[in-house]
């Protein structure tokens, strides 16, 4: 037979701020019982029975009520938004025999093809929601990513759950996936840089040219005028 983590609840008289602030200067949690066809019923849980209860990894919890031992989960909880201590929960009884949703966590397993070809692993999400009865809801559900390929994924539909439990997540949930590397673009190195600049004549050394060839043109000219002043002066 499968055990339970009990939860030790207290009846609690009063309500509101001021009453439920006492309660947790004493190490107590605010608590309100819920189940349908039933009056909601105000308790207080033991601040450290209640974190237990949490680590264990458990869903449904024995709890005892008016006498009766009964089977509960949370519903909800109110945490403080700076301490994140937990302010109040909300407790709803289950039945045994009555199949429930569930949120279970999910674990990925074993060594993915892809990732052994320098894929890169990504889990897309984190749970999964069934539906199972009470007595057999398991604290995690483990997922072999063992045949994922590159570029590959999988979904809420290939993973194999438990005997006499259901899927109510949608099949084509994204669990996992498997993408390539990142690549980096190639850029051009110093030595190409370098190379390129010194195919470029400078506007320096192109002026420094063109003056040097306009003082051989004028000292060209310069000598033929001599010459022909020369060749006057012998005809004479």
Known sequence: MESFFKLNVEQRETTGNSAARSLRRNGKVPANYYYKGESNQNLSID??????????GQQVFEMELDGN?????????QYHPVTEEIMHV????VRRDVKMKFSIPLNLVGDS????????????????ELECFPTN?????????SNLELNGSLTASDIDLPEDTELVSAEDTTIAVCAPPTTEVET???DEDESDESTDTPASDTESDAQKSGEAEDTSSETNEDESNNEEATSN
Request: glycine share 6%.
């Open 69 to 77: 031992v009964i089977y509960v989960t949370f519903k909800a909880a």
């Open 47 to 56: 601040k450290k029975t209640l974190h237990k209860a949490i680590q264990s």
């Open 137 to 145: 809801v398991p604290d995690s559900i483990d997922v072999d990513i």
């Open 113 to 128: 093809i892809g990732a052994n070809e320098g894929g890169i692993v990504s889990q897309t999400a984190t749970t999964i």
């Open 188 to 190: 051009e190195t110093a």
């Open 90 to 93: 909300d407790l709803l009884r």
